[in-house]
């Protein structure tokens, strides 16, 4: 009669292995649960992918004024300040005498 070797009882910890477990690369998910595609712009004007809880296509991050030159910064505030509308008048000269046209005006 052979005997069958037995291992020794080894206490094994299970790790919980759940959708969101990869903290350090992404979510290995197809479907994300109340998340959307979105770009965000960075202020040097490179973007990247992420997912946003709310449905938008683009998200702009601010610019630091505290890092730019003055002229720069003097050029960025005169941007933000709305610009005055130019009203150009026209005046045309009125020439038209309606009396030439009369000949034309049929009488009942």
């Known amino acids: 009669m ?3 070797y037995i291992p020794p009882v080894i206490q094994q910890h299970m790790r919980q292995i759940s959708s969101s477990s990869a903290a350090v690369t992404r979510i290995h998910r197809s479907i994300y649960a109340r998340q959307y595609p979105t770009v965000v712009v960075l202020p040097d004007g490179s973007t990247v992918n992420i997912r946003y809880e709310e449905p938008r296509k683009i998200v702009k991050l601010p610019l630091d004024l505290s890092t730019l ?3 720069e910064r003097k050029a960025r505030l005169e941007a933000r300040k709305p610009r ?4 150009i008048v026209e005046e045309v000269e009125d ?4 009396k030439k046209y009369m000949k034309y005006i ?3």
């Open 106 to 108: 049929k009488k009942k």
């Open 84 to 87: 005055r509308k130019i009203n």
């Open 95 to 98: 020439n038209f005498n309606a």
């Open 2 to 4: 052979l005997l069958k």
């Open 69 to 71: 030159t003055e002229a």
